[in-house]
């Protein structure tokens, strides 16, 4: 039975299903298949004006994004949409809006400069021991501020074009690389033999200690994360997860328990907000999405601030407002639950750390520090010398 969305606080994991789809239209184990998820993907304009009523924006939205990131949305998470709210925070993700044709001075195809860093097509290798492996242009949905948006879905002119074969050279021949990060698109879509081709490969790199892979499909599409997908995962251990929640409505029940059977199969979760305006640019949402993913064994990792990709000026939210959410954040909580704000530097410098200062005054002799309550406290600095090194004079 589906809850109605009045009676239901946003800290519950309640299953939208069937929703949209009235039960006669499909049945408990086709509902359940990851296959027939993604076959009936909403993808057209008629598909989504058969449930919903669109906006102008809307609709001018979705007739142009073919040719730019094109539209794909699982039932699943489909059937999160408020069918009455306009500026549903769920809607707000994964349904166009005419305002991605607009393109703001400071906007880019590829806000973290990762086509220049890469060694091989498809291998971004930025930091110094760890390299960005994009596996699939495909994902189960797509998220309308995609960072790459400029290669994913098929729809725009760039494509990637992955060179598997040099790239697990390059791996092979690059021993300072010891962590791959498989992303894309969404490695999850591969089959489970495919993925396991990938992830023998790399686990076979002796120098290569550490995997994760980057994917929303146990969130889009929950239905693939089955037994035996986790039983494959775990043949390859440490192997960690970096999942996508933007806002708490999205952990179902149906979430929970894909999250559940991957923390059970040993894989250690993180997750990755990004901020987005009308989605999670309040303390509160934003508190009761991270308290729910601790419920859900997921270690909140990352809020990025938006990249500045093409088309996404409706979706910026300022850096104070980022700053305000974690100040009202950290120390009103558990402290696991408290993501790093980081800004990945346009034009290629990486994540940067951004935090509210707790640092009031700084000198030799103490700091002054503030706490999330705003009384001040002085801490005195030690005389310090590092064990094994001569004191200076006498
Ligand atoms: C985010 C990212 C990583 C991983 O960074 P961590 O801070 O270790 O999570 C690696 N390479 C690239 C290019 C990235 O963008």
């Not at 166009?96 to 291998?123: F, K, N, Q």
């Not at 690059?174 to 992303?183: N, T, Y």
């Not at 104070?320 to 100040?327: P, Q, S, W």
Request: proline share 7%.
């Amino acid at each position: 039975m589906q809850a109605s969305p009045s009676s239901v606080s946003s800290k519950d994991f309640v299953s939208a299903a069937p929703g949209y789809w009235r039960d006669a239209d499909v049945s408990e184990e086709d509902w359940d298949s990851a296959k027939w998820q993604l076959k009936n993907r909403i993808t057209s304009l008629r598909q989504l004006e058969e449930h919903l009523e669109l906006s102008e924006e809307e609709r001018s939205g979705v007739l142009l994004s073919g040719t730019k990131l094109a539209m794909s949305v699982t039932p699943h998470y489909f059937n999160l949409v408020e069918k009455d709210n306009p500026d549903c925070p769920i809607r707000r993700q994964i349904i166009p809006r005419i305002e991605e044709t607009l393109v703001a001075p400071h906007e880019m195809a590829d806000p973290c400069g990762e086509d220049s860093h890469m060694p091989v097509p498809g291998l971004v290798h930025r930091y110094p021991d760890r390299v960005l492996f994009l596996v699939t242009d495909r994902c189960a949905s797509y998220c309308r501020y995609c960072t790459r948006s400029r290669v994913v879905s098929g729809a725009g002119e760039q494509d990637l074009e992955t060179d598997y074969e040099a790239a697990f050279q390059y791996l092979e021949n690059h021993p300072e690389v010891r962590d791959v990060l498989l992303s894309g698109g969404d490695p999850l879509l591969f089959s489970d033999a495919k993925l396991e081709r990938i992830l023998e490969r790399l686990h076979r790199i002796p120098h290569i200690e550490f995997i994760r892979i980057g994917s929303r499909i146990p969130i889009f599409l929950p239905q693939r994360i089955t037994d035996d997908l986790c039983r494959m995962l775990q043949k390859y251990h440490p192997l960690f997860m970096s999942v996508h929640v933007n806002h708490p409505r999205e952990l179902t029940s149906e979430v929970r328990a894909a999250l559940e059977k991957l923390a059970n199969h040993g894989v250690p979760l993180g997750n990755q907000s990004v901020l987005l305006r009308g989605v999670n640019d309040d303390a509160a949402v934003m508190k009761e999405l991270i308290q729910k993913l601790l419920m859900c064994r997921v270690r909140p990792y990352y809020l990025y601030q938006l990249d500045l990709i093409q088309g996404s000026s409706h979706l910026q939210v300022p850096v104070a407002k980022g700053l305000e959410i974690m100040e009202q954040l950290r120390g009103h909580t558990t402290g696991y639950a408290i993501p790093q704000y980081v800004i990945d530097a346009p034009g290629g410098g990486g994540k940067v750390p951004i935090n509210p200062d707790y640092i009031v005054q700084r000198n030799a002799e103490r700091v002054i520090i503030r706490n999330f309550e705003g009384r001040t406290f002085e801490y005195p600095e030690p005389a310090y010398t590092p064990v094994g090194e001569m004191a200076v004079g006498g």
